[in-house]
């Protein structure tokens, strides 16, 4: 069984075979490319380059094709900096937000990813699975109307209504690209996630119900990203968006954990992306041990490591 297959399987909660590995190696990419980041995204084939070559070196199941969190609300008009050869980019200011209609693929940086993104299904597709990644509708709401429209009196559900509109956009063109899933990050809200899509719960379900079932109609699966987010959540979460993953940064796991997850994978048909701490060492492996060691003798079809 190829990379993609196992990958796809993981998502049905189905693989029988290794647990797959997906990581997000962004700027770790531009490091194995030997370019700085942003030059690295302004050219699809120094793109596409510095991702196969670092899927080469490091021998994982799946590519990611970006972990940028600014893309988006840069179509929208807001001012991007970028802090550090290698690190990604940031939102430096919103004060020139035009929350509008907007076409993606008049912003530089939209046709670049796109192409990218093609070349490596072009090239990888066939054996390895090729992820799309987007900020979720409730960060990127968050992200514009905090740091753009606070005193403007702007009309929450528009706002959403606008997100949704240009998350849709994006979301048919990378699944038109054959991707097998499409990551949503909504781990920049951190455990204030919980709370803003509760606070505009059926906008937001729209929004998901629409995203998804499009990316389900090209039988590619959605992922939401989520981070510092109880386990006593996740049934709630999946009744309202249904969503075929969630990858869970931020959070520890112990065993009895990792039990309530494989039950919660089981009864909900969902998988579990488990990502490692990567700042601190001892975390790192003590994290590691735990996680492995559970996989090793439980073998749960639907989890996978980050």
Request: hydrophobic letters at 40%; one cysteine or more.
């Amino acid at each position: 069984m190829n990379s993609k297959v196992a990958f796809r399987n993981t998502l049905k909660g189905v693989n029988t075979d290794r647990t797959v590995f997906i990581p997000f190696v962004y700027g770790l990419a531009a490091k194995i490319g030997q370019l700085p980041l942003r030059e690295m995204v302004s050219d699809p084939a120094y793109y596409a380059h510095s991702l196969e070559e670092a899927y080469k070196l490091l021998q994982y199941d799946g590519i990611v094709n970006t972990f940028d969190a600014t893309l988006e609300a840069e179509t929208f008009g807001c001012e991007v900096t970028w802090p550090g050869e290698y690190i990604a980019p940031r939102i430096a200011s919103c004060s020139q937000l035009e929350l509008q209609e907007v076409n993606p693929e008049e912003h530089s940086r939209i046709p670049i990813l796109l192409e990218t993104t093609k070349r490596i299904v072009m090239t990888q597709g066939k054996e390895t699975a090729v992820i799309g990644t987007l900020v979720g509708p409730c960060s990127l709401v968050k992200t514009v109307i905090d740091d753009g429209t606070k005193d403007k009196n702007l009309d929450i559900g528009n706002a959403i209504s606008l997100v949704g509109e240009l998350l849709t956009k994006l979301t048919r063109s990378l699944c038109e690209l054959r991707v097998d899933a499409v990551f949503f990050r909504e781990d920049l809200l951190g455990a204030g996630y919980r709370g803003e899509l509760l606070s505009h719960n059926k906008l937001y379900t729209a929004v998901y119900t629409t995203l998804f079932n499009l990316i389900k109609y090209y039988n590619c699966y959605p992922v939401l990203i989520v981070k510092e987010t109880e386990l006593n959540f996740i049934t709630d979460l999946q009744n309202m968006v249904g969503t075929s993953g969630l990858i869970l940064f931020g959070k520890r796991v112990s065993d009895g954990d990792l039990i309530y997850l494989r039950k919660l994978s089981d009864s909900l048909k969902m998988s579990f992306g488990l990502p490692l701490p990567m700042v601190n060492q001892d975390d790192l492996l003590e994290q590691f041990t735990v996680i492995s060691r559970f996989i090793g003798k439980q073998k749960p079809p639907g989890f996978f490591y980050c």
